[in-house]
């Protein structure tokens, strides 16, 4: 039997739209990107944000059960990471981190033609296969 991977779409944006989208998503200046992510009842986040409120979680709850703690807490600590994940979103679908391929497909193919113009600098799709995925570097795996 063949798994089925679930896939996420990344968008990397200009400087200048990324603040905006940070603490305004909804601005007009974002318009042809938010007509888009309403059509897939889509939403964005900067990976430095998502980062953030999972470390604040952790703290909250105790680490013991975040095994990226450790990783996550090194990565917005540092201010050249800081500055390349708040321009780098996560699109959720239907309020999801990961979706079926034809979903993630149809998004991206409605998304690419922003690629290169005033918005978006780099859109990039991603799957859960382990495999295709970095691991934290050993020093910051949990130690269970």
């Given at each position: 039997?063949?798994?089925?991977w679930?896939?996420?779409?990344?968008i990397?944006?200009?400087?200048?739209?990324?603040?905006?989208?940070?603490?305004?998503?909804?601005?007009?200046?974002?318009?042809?990107?938010?007509?888009?992510?309403?059509?897939?009842?889509?939403?964005?986040?900067?990976?430095?944000?998502?980062?953030?409120?999972?470390?604040?979680?952790?703290?909250?709850?105790?680490?013991?059960?975040?095994?990226?703690?450790?990783?996550?807490?090194?990565?917005?600590?540092?201010?050249?990471?800081?500055?390349?994940y708040?321009?780098?979103?996560?699109?959720y679908?239907?309020?999801?981190?990961?979706?079926?391929?034809?979903?993630?497909?149809?998004?991206?193919?409605?998304?690419?033609?922003?690629?290169?113009?005033?918005?978006?600098?780099?859109?990039?799709?991603?799957?859960?296969?382990?495999?295709?995925?970095?691991?934290?570097?050993?020093?910051?795996?949990?130690?269970?």
């Amino acid at each position: 039997m063949t798994k089925e991977w679930a896939y996420q779409i990344r968008i990397t944006l200009e400087d200048e739209v990324a603040a905006l989208a940070r603490r305004d998503p909804r601005n007009p200046a974002l318009e042809p990107l938010t007509r888009i992510l309403d059509k897939y009842r889509a939403t964005m986040k900067s990976q430095f944000d998502a980062f953030a409120d999972y470390v604040a979680e952790a703290e909250r709850r105790g680490t013991a059960d975040y095994p990226l703690y450790a990783w996550t807490k090194a990565t917005i600590e540092d201010p050249e990471k800081e500055r390349k994940y708040t321009k780098s979103f996560t699109i959720y679908v239907d309020g999801d981190e990961v979706y079926p391929k034809e979903k993630a497909d149809a998004l991206e193919a409605d998304l690419q033609p922003l690629v290169g113009g005033d918005l978006i600098v780099r859109l990039s799709k991603h799957d859960t296969n382990p495999a295709n995925n970095p691991q934290p570097p050993e020093r910051f795996r949990s130690r269970r």
